[in-house]
């Protein structure tokens, strides 16, 4: 298993599916294909365990929304402050890509890891997300349903709710 030292999330139009480019040692990349079923169902159990957090709030999604929106305006801040260049597989020294059959997904106290795997037993590439880069990493996927015309009916409320802080509604969004 190889963990992703960044990653760049783009919607490609001409395969209706996403695309997570992800760095990894050695100048090698990772291309995960995921299509939008298992996206949805992604989704699903990532925003049930952000969720989870403000369970006891007095009004969770009123809570949720509001941390939704400070997670996408600092990841906006600090893409205007240290901009930096999308993973780009065309200039890695090797590229391996596969569609995405399964995501594990591990809770932890320190945020979440996902392990994105392949029809072979080498296609698992691992993305760890503290809660804050969850969250931002849930309003790009979230632009990119919107770019993609998808359905947002897998998506809680307190996502779908018009801000106006939107990231992640251009061609790609970087993470590191």
Known sequence: MTVAQRFT????DYEDRLRVSAELPGNHVAVL?????LLDRLVSHLAGLLERETATAPVPEVQQS???QAAQAEHQQQSQEQPQPPVVPQQAQTVHEWLVREVDLTPGTQGVSLRFRGVMPEQVVELGMPALLLRQWLGIVHGQYRRAQWSLDPW???MNEDKTTTIGSGDSAVFH
């Open 33 to 37: 294909w995921i299509t939008r079923r």
């Open 66 to 68: 509001f941390a939704q």
């Open 156 to 158: 809680p409320n307190w």
């Open 9 to 12: 999330t783009e919607f490609v």
